[in-house]
Nanobody
Framework: VQLQASGGGSVQAGGSLRLSCAAS??????????MGWFRQAPGKDREFVAA????????YYADSVKGRFTISRDSAKNTVYLQMYSLKPEDTAVYYC?????????????????WGQGTLVTVSS
C-alpha cells in the first residue's frame, strides 16, 4: 500500500490543523487492518499518536493527545484524517501516517508495515 500524507503547516498555540493520508494499492478488507499516525520531534523517537481500525472505526489515542486530536477515515476515498485542536508547542514534529495489520491494538512503529513520507507540523508559542 502507498500512503501520501498532507496538511502540515505552521500554527500558533491553540490553533488547529487537519492532516490527511490517502492510501492506494490495496483494498482494506481485513478486520485487523489499521491506519495510524505517529510523530517524531527532533532528537526524539517516533511516537504513537492515534490509530483507527478500518472496519468498525474503533479509535485509539496517546494520552498526550486524547481530547484534542480526532482520527477518522473516509472509506470511499481510502483516506484517514487527523484533526488536531488546541495545538501546543510540544506537538511540533514530523507526522507520519502508517498502515498495517495487527491482532492487538497497534501502538508501536513495528506494528505498521507501510509508511507515508511525513508532514511537518510546527506550533509556535
Amino acid at each position: 500500500v502507498q500512503l501520501q500524507a498532507s496538511g502540515g503547516g505552521s500554527v500558533q498555540a491553540g490553533g488547529s490543523l487537519r492532516l490527511s493520508c490517502a492510501a492506494s494499492g490495496r483494498t482494506f478488507s481485513s478486520y485487523y487492518y489499521y491506519m495510524g499516525w505517529f510523530r517524531q520531534a527532533p532528537g526524539k523517537d517516533r511516537e504513537f499518536v492515534a490509530a483507527i481500525r478500518w472496519k468498525g472505526e474503533n479509535t485509539y489515542y496517546a494520552d498526550s493527545v486524547k481530547g484534542r486530536f480526532t482520527i477518522s477515515r473516509d472509506s470511499a476515498k481510502n483516506t484517514v484524517y487527523l484533526q488536531m485542536y488546541s495545538l501546543k508547542p510540544e506537538d511540533t514534529a514530523v507526522y507520519y501516517c502508517a498502515a498495517g495489520s495487527s491482532v492487538e491494538i497497534p501502538t508501536a512503529p513495528r506494528d505498521f508495515g507501510s509508511w507515508g513520507q511525513g508532514t511537518l507540523v510546527t506550533v509556535s508559542s
